[in-house]
């Protein structure tokens, strides 16, 4: 068939979803970078693959170390597709490899800046609930952005859940479980065998090796206190009165 007798063809095209990460420096940046480093220390494989947005709206265009921020990222294996809260005119920026933006996409979380006067805080309305009745391989990522995500069974090493309410296993869990990623710090994360590689509410994290090894293999759940994620028993110890 000649060229100009043949239909163009079709091009299809797919919607799909990615969690970015949001890094939010702050000065100093040399102690911040500093924090970073811990961090990796603690979890070398964090970072990795994963896109990270990087928001300057905590920093001005004279901050101290500006000018380095975006490369030292860079070294340690930081994948920036965007760039937020800054300005690509700014001379500590001007030889910056920008990233173009992105358009859309829904917060995980604000940045809390200290006000007498700020309103209340509003709660953010919860979706329904993801129910996954067979267990979840290593290398598979169950993504439930609005709401709770349930698991009747278990969840293998290398398997990651990410929830923007709070994550039920009925099971072991042994691979990441990331609670509360849409700015929910009263998100939850419950386990009949608590055997989690990494584990997240809000933002804030812990790692395998910060477990107590009293709740390891042990029906346990996982809370965020005063910035601190802690690991508790699934079932509160019983108690006995005594009479007088």
């Known amino acids: ?54 928001d300057l709206s905590l920093l001005a265009p004279d901050t101290v170390g500006l000018a380095e921020l975006y490369p030292a990222l860079c070294a340690r294996g930081i994948r920036i597709i965007g760039i937020e809260g800054g300005n690509p005119n700014w001379a500590a920026c001007a030889r910056w490899d920008w990233p173009a933006g992105f358009l859309g996409g829904r917060a995980s979380g604000a940045v809390d800046i200290p006000d007498d006067a700020a309103p209340p805080r509003v ?88 477990i107590d090894p009293r709740y390891v293999e042990q029906p346990a759940q996982i809370v965020l206190t005063n910035d601190t994620l802690v690991v508790q028993p699934l079932v509160a110890p019983a108690f006995t009165r005594r009479k007088a």
Not at 27 to 50: E, H, V, Y
Not at 125 to 142: C, D, F, H, K, N
Not at 160 to 169: F, K, L, P, R
């Open 1 to 54: 068939m000649p060229d100009e007798l043949r239909p163009t063809p079709k091009i299809r095209a797919r919607g799909r979803s990615f969690l970015a990460l949001v890094l939010s420096p702050e000065p100093p940046l040399a102690d911040w970078l500093a924090g970073l480093d811990a961090q990796i220390a603690r979890s070398s494989t964090f970072f990795a693959g994963k896109p990270v947005i990087l």
């Open 123 to 210: 709660e953010v309305p919860r979706a329904s609930s993801l129910i996954i009745e067979q267990p979840i391989r290593s290398g598979q990522v169950i993504m439930n952005p609005e709401g709770d995500i349930i698991i009747l069974g278990s969840v293998g090493s290398g398997a990651e859940i990410t929830a923007g309410g709070s994550i039920h296993v009925y099971g072991p869990l042994r691979g990441r479980a990331i609670a509360g990623m849409n700015g929910q710090p009263d998100a939850r994360i419950f386990t009949h065998s608590m055997q989690a590689e990494l584990l997240a509410i809000d933002g804030y994290y812990i790692t395998a090796d910060e």
